[in-house]
Structure formats: structure tokens, C-alpha cells
């Protein structure tokens, strides 16, 4: 139920509507600045970074790095890695679904059919 709002209590209601607004303005800030750490920038990691990061051992990245199956840069003798490029070598092991497969393969075979008439 809603308060008849009176001339007398308007000095308590204002003081109200500025603790909400001020409890809104500071969680907008508080979300806003989790989006912004979830969308930050790309963000280069050391080899024990990277490790916690994909959850592998430190002499697994050095193996890794020196087959060349994980994307790496290089400074004097210091490694570095980059946050978004781990992000898509985890990616690329994704495996397709079913449905994803009889997908790409019902697209393949319509667009074949089309080049045979």
C-alpha cells in the first residue's frame, strides 16, 4: 500500500528517496565495475598465471610452449600469455554435438546440390 504523502512528512520522504537513490547509484557502480573486469581488456599472464589458469602444471606450459601447442610471447627470457588468445586454445578442443554436426552437414549437402544443377 502507498502512503497519502502530506505536506508535513515531505521532508521524511525526500530524506528516504535519496537513501534508495543512493543505494541504486551504488549498486549500478558495483555491477558496472564486474562487467567492466569480466570485459576487460586482454590481460597477459606469466607462465605460473597461465598454469592456475588452465588448470595445468607449470612444467605442462613449458611442454606445451615447446611443442608449439600453446600461443606464447616472448621478452628476453620471460614468457608471457595472453588471457584471450588461452581463452580461444580452450575453445578450439570444444567438441560438436550431434546436432551441430547433422547441421553442418545438412548445410553442406544443400549447398553441393546446388552446384550440381
Do not use: C, H, W
Request: aromatic content about 6%.
Amino acid at each position: 500500500m502507498t502512503e497519502i504523502l502530506t505536506f508535513d512528512r515531505l521532508p521524511e520522504a525526500v530524506t528516504m528517496l535519496t537513501k534508495e537513490v543512493s543505494e541504486l547509484k551504488k549498486l549500478l557502480l558495483n555491477n558496472n565495475n564486474k562487467q567492466q573486469s569480466i570485459e576487460s581488456p586482454e590481460q597477459l599472464l606469466t607462465v605460473q598465471e597461465a598454469a592456475q589458469f588452465l588448470n595445468l602444471t607449470v612444467p605442462t606450459i613449458y611442454s606445451k610452449v615447446s611443442k608449439g601447442e600453446l600461443p606464447v610471447m616472448k621478452r628476453s627470457k620471460r614468457l608471457y600469455f595472453s588471457s584471450i588468445q588461452l581463452l580461444d586454445y580452450i575453445k578450439k578442443g570444444a567438441k560438436k554435438s550431434n546436432a551441430e554436426i547433422e547441421a553442418e552437414a545438412e548445410r553442406y549437402l544443400s549447398n553441393s546440390k546446388k552446384g550440381l544443377k
